[in-house]
């Protein structure tokens, strides 16, 4: 069967404030069978413990999305000359109850995601999506790696004695056996705890933990070569919090820490995925009420575009 090397539009055929506002302006399609990535939203911000307005990230992110352009200047990836990638628009979660949300979301992506093996590139939301994309993920694959960039660990048993939100995510990964702990990183984490001891879980369960104190005044790149030695060949899953990045670099987030990653920084760990099985990723947290200058959308849109020139497959013009 030939694929469909869909392109996203250019500004030239139409200026980038027309047209309907996809993700990178590429073809919304109701399916993602016969790609070989998508770009999907979730518009959830019901699993959020401080300020609210994830559920516009999505669509806030694809508005920012059109100042991209199809090739890697960096990188020289061309992601759209060698991979089927489409949006395919938003999760249809339920707004009122949480877990029927997390239902729905796990249930889509297994239906209509990975049963086409397609790698999904998920528009968030608040951090919360990531348990059920990752129960959808180890289904497929069993218990996978994670490269987990944010300013927390997200490993709250519960919140409010909800066992589900967005700062319970990998307490619950861990528990339900999603994630392979010896290939698992958390970096970039700071800011003040409740506990003394607040990072300290990730790291009894085996996982490597790099807080953000480690990264200042230097570049990451030898740092990655590190990570991707860690992760090895097996499967990897990417979660991306918009709150890795200090507030001066995107304000536009629930729980802004300051101290964060530099937006070249973030690039340096983007790029040094290259190479891996990266089965999905997630960029979440973005909040558009908090953003009245587009940036941090913007910053977003552009780790996701990122995340897909490192897919498996992506050619690299000469």
């Known amino acids: ?80 000359d060698s991979l089927s990638v489409a949006d395919i628009g938003d999760v249809p979660v339920n707004t009122f109850h949480l877990p029927k949300a997390i239902d729905i979301i796990c249930a889509f992506f297994t239906e209509k995601i990975l049963a086409h093996n397609v790698i999904p590139l998920t528009l968030g939301g608040d951090h919360t999506i990531t348990i059920p994309i990752l129960r959808a993920m180890a289904e497929k694959h069993g218990p996978v790696g994670l490269v ?45 705890g409740y506990a003394a001891d607040d990072f300290d879980y990730s790291r009894e369960q085996g996982m490597r933990v790099i807080q953000a104190e480690e990264l200042w005044h230097k570049s990451l790149t030898p740092l990655m070569a590190e990570i991707r030695a860690q992760m090895g060949n097996g499967p990897v899953y990417v979660s991306y919090d918009i709150d890795s990045f200090d507030p001066a670099v995107a304000p536009g987030t629930g729980t802004p820490e300051f101290g964060g990653l530099t937006s070249a920084q973030g690039l340096e760990i983007v790029r040094g995925l290259q190479g891996l099985n990266i089965i999905g990723a997630d960029l979440v947290e973005v909040s558009p009420p908090y953003d009245p200058s587009g940036n941090t959308a913007l910053l977003g849109a552009n780790i996701l575009y990122e995340l897909l020139c490192t897919l498996p497959g992506v050619q690299y013009r000469r």
Do not use: W
């Open 148 to 192: 987990h960039v944010d300013a927390h660990a997200d490993v709250n048993a519960t919140m409010f004695g909800e066992p589900i939100s967005h700062g319970t995510v990998f307490y619950r990964a861990v528990e339900e056996g999603l994630l392979d702990t010896s290939r698992c990183v958390q970096m970039g984490l700071r800011g003040s």
């Open 1 to 80: 069967m030939n694929k469909n090397y869909y392109q996203p539009l250019s500004g030239n055929d139409m200026p980038r404030f027309g047209g309907i506002a996809t993700m990178m302006r590429l073809p919304l399609l109701d399916s993602a069978a016969d790609l070989d990535a998508c770009f999907v939203g979730v518009p959830l911000d019901v699993g959020a413990s401080n300020r609210s307005g994830t559920r516009y990230g999505p669509r806030q992110i694809r508005t920012e999305s059109v100042l991209l352009r199809p090739y890697n200047m960096a990188t020289r990836a061309a992601p759209f």
